[in-house]
């Protein structure tokens, strides 16, 4: 399923979590996907941690993608401040449902 075209930097956490699954499978250079295993993304990387078993919250998301961890780069200035809120509460939800 094809999900809709959002314009880059309009998603906040009120807007539906498809920018926040758009963020991650696509927006993001490199695409989250490539690295992380992600059941609600239907992401199977290998690279970083899944985040399935890591289950973070949206700020613990917020920090990694902000600053970076270990080899995954820092996406501040790479991704809006909205797209990267949405990125996170996109994975803190979805792992929720998983808890």
Do not use: N, W
Not at 52 to 59: G, I
Not at 83 to 92: N, T, W
């Amino acid at each position: 399923m094809a999900l809709p075209a959002i314009p880059a930097g309009s998603a906040d956490s009120r807007e539906p979590p498809d920018r926040g699954r758009q963020v991650f499978a696509r927006v993001a250079q490199p695409s989250c996907a490539l690295c992380h295993t992600f059941k609600a993304a239907g992401a199977a990387g290998k690279i970083g941690p899944s985040l399935d078993e890591l289950k973070p919250d949206a700020s613990k998301v917020r920090e990694a993608v902000t600053k970076g961890v270990g080899v995954m780069p820092a996406f501040a200035g790479k991704l809006s401040p909205e797209d990267i809120e949405a990125v996170s509460q996109y994975v803190a939800k979805s792992v929720a449902v998983l808890k």
